[in-house]
């Protein structure tokens, strides 16, 4: 029986035992496994116990012969090979003439007895059958158990990339074990497919593109790194013998579904058109192929606006009016599209070196995008533009140095642009945790990441070990540009405050606030607004950093007895950063894995493990060190007796404010001339522990899997992951008390040192406990029908769930107050993914498909993001029940 053992990276092992008719093993047998697919080869000779492997295999069919003198040749069909995976395919040798074959077809098994981790494998089936209204395969991920949706960036706050593209030019966001979507580490063809700029993913090839993907929930194989939550790995399309391709065409409109109850009726556009196709086949048979795919997406929708925009739209255009500001509109319709290739050679040099090229590129643009990150509702003169560039090259080589030693070699060149400019360049009006407008603050403007990546491993494989080694090196280069609270934020403390405020009002906004130069004197604007940022500033406001990520490893599979494996090894992992920022790199990064199997009887298997994952220093660069680059107050003395190990980092930029009755002056001064206050007082500063360390999770799991019919199997497993040195925003170290609120809660109305403001530091505070139950169904494809369904039961506890989101400032030094249900926690969720197709026979419907997928969920409660100004509000959003479906 054909088994999954192994998670290797972006290849596929074929490996087992030979034996004769009386169960003895058959040294010296030759195995050759050959691709249906374009006809390549690959041998070994099983050793003195009679195993074999042939490792660093493409995912595919393939064909496995055995071989030797006085014994008939065994040939055994349909071996499928698949990525992440080890395909174990056991002979049983017959004596007679060599010219005698014995064929057998393999079918896989569902259990995957040998396997030590909790993952999934969705194939091509799935990701050409499956309904999916995204148009991005990466969203098959969520039918998996333990996964859900990334929340770290609800509540918004710096650096929060958003979600401005559908389709192939999304990023998703994926949540594993309860960690957040900055913890996950997507793979495509085994090189990194993340920026570590804002953290997410970069772009990932079209859906038509991907051939399969293995969602690994938990591995202990140490080859996977620089992530603590879990792993996806995707593996592209090939060319074949056979000239193959396709040409595809998805639309939606408006005319053809519900209409929003949320969009008024004459401001409920929709409409979707991609297309593309693909194509594939032999530049020299059995020798060299090419694929290459394109797709185009033109999309427009309308912006949703909230009730109290929908409400109040004279109001805030009459007050707009007043100050000579652009008026909001409701009819504003947001655009997507978007054009993307991706083109991949694979040529066999020799019979011993097989090399593969892919390069892919995406061009999005959005138009219109609602900013503010989703800390209030968003009005249209928050709207910008978005501008994106995603690009990769990626080479692979795999040598065979011997019938048991392989090399893999693997190089990427990899860019991504994001620009994220604001339409109009006006001062922010907002009433806090409830509307936005203007120029929306804290969204990053733009960022480049370059990263080159360079990695190598070998495998060994003797007397049932398959050892392997390998060191993967990266060096990322990062230039930003961050405009924050440019040209102004002005916060009000209510709609009917916003709404009735004039030019002769004496009430009416309680913070003012502005950015200046570090050292200068602010130049002021024209009006009406035109720069969000004075000319002469322009070039402060980015910022450029280097780093580097290295990684090594060494694992080994063993087989110790036809019913038990063992895998264990260690994983070294260290970064460096620019000294001005980390003096001393944080070294002691061993992390041990111990995973393994028990075949308990037939068609019945335990397996379990523990192993500790580091994650990279941080999870955003730009949430860190931008931020701090951008207004820290590390450097004066005086800081380091509120924190000994500050970064001294002289932020280039002071957040001054002008608050109580000096704000509604200040707010009317500026709207009508464009000149701030000459003073003010300075609020926010953000700083970071020089000696900030990696965070990590230590991950344990129980699983039992029973297959209880021919095509039908059942498991039940248990997760647990405990992630530490979580890094968050500290309390307020330069606070000092000045009363107490009614409720007995102090108020921290002073400042030891005033000239250091609100002095907040980024240190290892956090952690985040998640215990999870699942319980799972699945039916193999036969007979027309299948069906793969999971039940998860789970609890996420945290103290921290984002580095720099709003709603996560600590009210004191003492961080065990903050634990509290994660914004990650989903209690109860439950997945469902059907597939039938009807047969050849069939005369009508001849290879007709229906697909479903189901995701319910059920959610706890969660926290509304409050400001972190003196008038904090602390405002609770109300226990959510959520029960989401969905079938195409």
Known sequence: MPETVRAQTATATISGVIQDPSEAVLPGI???????????????????????????????EYQVRAELSGFQTAVRNGVIATIAGTSVVDIRMQVGAVEQELLVVEQESLIEPAKTEISRLVDSREIESLPNIGRNFVDFVKLSSSVAPGRENVGGGPFKEPDVGVGAAAAPRLAFGGQTELNTMIQVDGADNIQTYTGLPRATPSQEAAREFRVLNSTYLPEYGRALGGFVNIVTKSGSNDPDGSLYYFGMNDKLNARSILNPPDADVLRQNQLGG???????KDRTFFFFSYEDQFRAESNRFSQVILDNISALNAVRSRFNLQPEVLGQLRTNDYSQFLYKVDSRVNEKTNVAFRYNILNSQTHNFLGGGGRASAASSTARDNDTGDLALVANVISVLS???????????????FDFESVLKEPDLEVSNLLITGKSTSDVDYYREKRVQVADNVAYSARGHQIKAGVDINNLRDRARWDLFFPARIIFPSLAALVSFTLASTAGPVNFWWPVLTGATHPGFTVPFRNAVPAEWRDATFHEIHHSAY?????????????FVLTYGARYDFETYPSRYIPQKDLNNIQPRLGLAYTYRTGGVLRLGYGIFNDRLVGSVGQLFTAAEWSSRGDPPAAKLLFPNVAPVPGRFRQVTATGPAAPPATITFLTTGKPPLTGVTSLTDNFNARIKTPYSQQASLQISQQVATDFAISASYLWVHASKIPGHGANLNAVQTGVLPSGKPILGGRIFPELGNFHVTDNIGSSTYHGGTLEGQKRFSHGISFHGTYTFSKTMSNVDSMTNLADFPDGPDMRLERALSRQHVGHRFTFAFLAQAPKSASVLRDFRLGSSCRLKAEGRSTCSPDPMPMRTGIRCPTVLACLAETP
Do not use: M
């Not at 990684?551 to 019913?563: E, I, L, P, R």
């Open 30 to 60: 030759t195995v050759t496994a050959r691709s249906i697919s374009t006809g390549r080869t690959r041998s070994t000779v099983t050793d003195e116990t009679g195993r074999y492997s042939i490792v660093n295999l493409e995912p595919g």
């Open 403 to 417: 019938s048991r030693l392989v090399n893999e070699g693997r190089f990427q060149w990899a860019r991504r642009r």
């Open 278 to 284: 693909t194509i594939g086949g032999p530049i020299k």
């Open 551 to 563: 990684g090594f490893f060494a694992q080994d599979q063993w087989n110790a007895t036809s019913k």
